[in-house]
């Protein structure tokens, strides 16, 4: 508990040094607290350059961050969140400190010349890095450096974004990826001490001012539906430009990388001069088009150039988050379909600034497939319970409309492309590569679906396996049976309990001998008993049996040396 307030702490003055830099670089850059409040201005530091300085800006920043990056911390170079997830997922938790201090200057010199990109990566990434130089100084486990680096993720968003919940919610949703009542106290406890000292330093406000929120008519909530759907491709759609970009960024660009920012620069450059509201993050620009003061054709503009600003800022070697945008890019498409279902509906659409503020949480939840922290978010922006029913209706939709278009997400898409899978072993571990073939056991001798329990308590005892497959009448496998099952079902009263095998019997999650063992494990772990039926590859008929100790004995045989397919000669067979 103290360590957690200790990281909330950190993060909190670690978001007041961060959002400083910010508008210290942007205002020496641009002349301006915030460029896209008022695009196409000129410059006061350089007046007679007018608005095409913007030519320029973006190239000094790139010479400036570029060699910064490149030296010092090249894991600072991106989104952010990536990274601390694989920290989190395959490196115990471990970040070097000094990401902390490159991130935040180079972060803020990316936003501060121009860059389109926003500001949550570089923050979760700094608080993330703060809880994990603080675990290794005191020298805590493995586990609780996972859930320090959470704690520095989760107060950094509450801090930035004075959110406190949502900052939980990050945490847990995609950092984590798991949910425990340890896990929530600490980030909540990080959370609350880093959003005090956000607020005792920016006011208890949002960080944007959005329309009030009210639902006029029920067959809104049809528009909702189809906006959710629609946002959640549109997620999808930015996540492929963002990569599809990066990737011909490396394709072009032949040079040292410490350059690469600078002469991508040039090509950004051209795009702010364009279209200036992209430059920085842009909440100026989200906030008016919430209000409805943007034409449709305009706000498809915006969103087709956030898309293309953002992923060229970040393929260019910029550092910068890609939750902003998309809550930008949410924000366009909303107001653009709310405007349109106004034109076609308009005793029944409701205000345009309805459908931004949907808009904005299903496309970052299309995007990201995080769907409790994008309901979280909006409602803490808005402040307004009116908000959740259509808020959660349309993020719903837009998460599984993301998870039907891709297989990944716009953070774990990222470290697919460079042969990292989070939930598959790290690179270069004992397991990598195991197949379950190669490890499983022969199969205990099965129960017919027709066999008494007091019959099946008998076998299960002489089995050593706490569980045993079943198969039905017709010898098709019907699932699993386990010690605990049976034996709470002998303690029941006679009056309507399970009195045969296949009444108590589970199925779990199959598993085939072709699967690895790392993706196995999972449902191993999760399954009752000591171990799980493997199915052939069509999944009808079980073949072998994956237990805990006989994963054990092949990694602790490959370990040594032998072929792991001696693994399966040398597993023990259970009697």
Known sequence: MVLAVLVGAGAGLGSIVFRWCIQTFTHWFSGHGDYAASPGSGNPHVPWLGPFFVLLTPVVGGLLYGPLVNRFAKEARGHGVPEVMLAVAQRGGRISPKVAVVKTLASALTIGSGGSVGREGPIVQIGSALGSTLGRYVKVTEERMKLLVACGAAGGIAATFNAPLAGVFFAMELILQAFTLEAFGAAVLASVTASVIGRAAFGDVAFLHLPAFHVDHLGQYALFALLGVVAGAVGVGFSRILYAIEDACDWAWRGPEWLRPAAGGLILGLVLLALPQMYGVGYPVL???????????????????????????????????????????????????????????????????????VGMGATFAGASRAPITAVVILFELTGEYSIILPLMLAIVLATTTGRVLSRDTIYTLKLRRRGIDLDGPAPGS?????????????????????????????????????????????????????????????????????????????????????????????ILVAAAGTGVPVLDEGESLPIGWLSHQGVLHAVAARASGPHPDAARTAVPVAA
């Open 287 to 357: 906030e008016n088009a919430t209000q409805g003061q943007y034409a449709v054709g305009f706000l498809l503009l915006l969103l087709v150039g956030k898309m293309i600003a953002t992923s060229l800022t970040i393929g260019i070697g910029g550092s910068g988050g890609v939750f902003a945008p998309s809550l930008f890019i949410g924000a366009m498409l909303g107001a653009a379909f709310g405007a349109g279902a106004h034109g076609l509906f308009p005793g029944s659409a409701g205000a345009v600034g309805a459908y931004a503020l």
């Open 430 to 522: 004992v397991i990598g590569g195991l197949h379950v073939s190669a490890v499983m056991e022969p199969l205990p001798a099965p129960l017919s679906a027709a066999v008494p329990l007091s019959e099946a308590a008998a076998l299960l005892s002489r089995s050593g396996h706490g569980a045993l497959p079943v198969l039905d009448a017709d010898g098709a496998y019907a699932g699993v049976v386990t010690s605990q099952a049976v034996a709470e079902a002998m303690a029941e009263s006679p009056d309507g309990a399970p009195r045969t095998v296949g009444e108590l019997a589970d199925m779990p999650r199959r598993i085939t001998s072709g699967q690895t063992v790392a993706a196995a494990l999972h």
